[in-house]
């Protein structure tokens, strides 16, 4: 009897695990520094950086993973995320600060290899001194809420002429 209830219960998990190997529906990927196509920020972001989504789509449900490239006097104003937003420095240094007002003095400065973690809603900002590349990993799909209106880029547009 034990037998056979042992060999029944090895049986579902090899079955469970059979099935959920199935359910994988995308490739593996390899992304080599000298591969990744940059391209133009995600629209609430400042103008001025690029961007390159490894994982995922960010407007969409599901896990992603994108990496920005800030040049050197990069600015994000104090903003907060639907999501929890999780953000590796790949290269360079990031002044990240917490709160609603920018304040220079109270900044932590994230050198490469450095990893913050943020839940939903924490207002945040950051700024560059030098060329930084950070990673960031959230769910989507993403978005921005600047804390003063006036900082949105979206709604900075200039008129066409």
Known sequence: MKRTLFALIVGAAIVNASAGMAEVKEAHKVFLPQDIKWGSTP????????????????????????????????????????QPEVITVISGKLNLGMG??????????????????????????AFVDEDTVVQINSTGPWSIDYLDPKDDPRLNVAPAR
Request: glycine residues 10%; positive net charge.
């Open 43 to 82: 629209p609430s972001l400042p103008a001025g950086a690029e961007a390159a989504v490894l994982y995922g789509d960010p407007a969409k449900e599901g896990m992603f993973v994108l990496r920005v490239r800030m040049p050197k006097g990069y600015k994000i104003a104090p903003h907060t995320h639907p």
């Open 100 to 125: 609603s007002k920018v304040d220079r003095a109270s900044v932590e400065s994230l050198p490469a290899g450095s990893f913050s973690s943020m839940p939903t809603g924490l207002a945040h900002y």
